[in-house]
């Protein structure tokens, strides 16, 4: 079974947001990276951002952008 790449993504937050997500991400049982996650796909699901999957967002020589 393939595995699939995961990419870094760093940013600056505030921290009473940090804290928030914090939160957020102990109620559900989640990695703050994987609440993240969810936000995101979340928001683009009700506003219809399709998610590329991860061979879509190669190009030709199989190289991301």
């Known amino acids: 079974m393939a595995t ?4 870094t993504l760093t940013f600056r937050i ?13 109620q559900e049982h989640r990695s703050i990276a994987n609440m993240v996650e969810v936000l995101i796909r979340g928001y683009c699901e009700r506003h219809g951002i399709a998610i590329p999957h991860s061979e879509e967002t190669k190009n030709n020589n199989g190289v991301r952008p």
């Not at 804290?19 to 991400?25: F, M, N």
């Open 4 to 7: 699939v790449k995961t990419a």
């Open 14 to 26: 505030d921290p009473g947001l940090k804290e928030a997500l914090r939160i957020a991400a102990d």
